[in-house]
């Protein structure tokens, strides 16, 4: 059965289409597609979603897919091809029919589907199609969440609490990182999680180099750093929550670094309420931390956009992000991932922004967990 037609999604698409002039919109983001229709998939083949100013919007896709497309979409008309048939003149051929042969076609120049190559195919198949480039519009109009979008990620907050507590709870020296990765994926499943991918578990050490390392065949004996990133997801929509485990006690060297991390990342998520710019909420971070003399340099983000994850070639979503140089202005129910690293103790929140101040959606406490 069909999902229910989103018309605040469908209105805000086409309040930007108006603004970019585009009589029509290809949608063939992973992310906008999900968001718009309630289904989505990865592109094995083009797939796209046509939106009109008016009238019913429509998607192309291949055969295979047009059973579960019908099942989770609101969507009715579906066209379709066969793995040998040619996905962008079906694409072109469907505009055609619905009389768009000379439209003004709006397209996210950023969409990871649109590359260079698709451009030119739909070019060749649709000569007489004027362009409108809306670059960066499938990540911008998805930023301040629906009522339903917080609900889901509230909800992988939840999983990622409960995960982090069963690990508290069960993990030891002398487990294998590999174990560690493994109980978490088990409780994200149990729980309700979409998937298992848990997100980087690995020993740390320095002060951000850690983060995206992968080195699961590492043991953990006492003394050692265990970086946890949980980012469970729920309907596609991610929640992400860092804490390091440390066995074998916490010197005091490094509760004094984790406690000043904790209070400078306060310090900014309290600072997050609508109107608030950017790099001002950067900067209480960033620059605490280097006057604290915690890092001698602060290259990464302090923080970037959470929402909706579907599989694309990014993991994360920096269309907004939290650096010295961003300029944009927060804004209310906007869902932030803030983190910061030192030393190799590495602190993170899924932040959504209100009138008082960021609220955190974890419920979990914000210290180093002792196995």
Request: net charge negative.
């Amino acid at each position: 059965m069909s999902m229910p037609v989103n018309l605040a999604a469908l209105s805000r698409l086409r309040d930007a289409m108006r603004m970019a002039d585009a009589e029509v919109m290809l949608v063939d983001s992973g992310e906008l597609l999900a968001w718009l229709t309630g289904f989505t998939v990865s592109e094995t083949l083009y797939r796209a979603c046509l939106v009109p100013l008016s009238g019913e919007p429509w998607i192309v896709l291949r055969q295979l897919d047009e059973a579960p497309c019908r099942q989770l979409s609101w969507f009715r008309d579906v066209v379709t091809y066969s793995d040998h048939q040619d996905p962008w003149k079906c694409v072109a051929d469907s505009l055609i029919a619905r009389g768009y042969r000379d439209c003004r076609l709006g397209a996210d120049t950023r969409s990871y589907g649109m590359t260079v190559d698709t451009w030119q195919q739909l070019s060749e198949y649709l000569p007489d199609a004027v362009w409108r480039p809306m670059p960066g519009v499938s990540d911008r109009i998805r930023q301040v969440k629906f009522h339903y979008e917080l609900d889901s990620l509230q909800q992988a907050a939840f999983i990622a609490d409960t995960t982090f507590l069963a690990l508290k709870e069960q993990v030891k020296a002398g487990w294998r990182v590999r174990d560690v990765a493994s109980l978490a994926a088990g409780v994200f499943l149990s729980e309700g999680a979409d998937t298992g991918e848990t997100g980087p578990v690995v020993r740390s050490a320095g002060d951000s180099g850690f983060l995206h390392a992968q080195t699961h065949e590492d043991i953990i004996r006492d003394g050692d750093i265990l970086h946890v990133e949980l980012i469970p997801k729920v309907k596609h929509y991610s929640a992400r929550l860092m804490r390091p485990f440390i066995s074998g006690g916490v010197s005091a060297e490094r509760q004094h670094i984790a406690r000043q991390l904790i209070a400078l990342q306060d310090a900014q998520i309290a600072a997050m309420k609508p109107g608030a710019r950017a790099s001002d909420v950067d900067a209480i971070l960033r620059n605490g931390v280097l006057a604290a003399g915690l890092r001698a340099e602060y290259g990464n983000v302090t923080g970037y956009a959470l929402g909706l994850y579907t599989r694309t070639p990014r993991p994360s979503d920096f269309s907004h992000c939290f650096t010295p140089a961003a300029d944009w202005r927060l804004e209310e129910n906007m869902v932030f991932h803030m983190y910061t690293s030192a030393a190799g103790l590495a602190f993170s929140e899924t932040v959504v922004v209100r009138p008082e101040g960021g609220i955190r959606m974890s419920r979990l406490p914000r210290e180093v967990i002792e196995i």
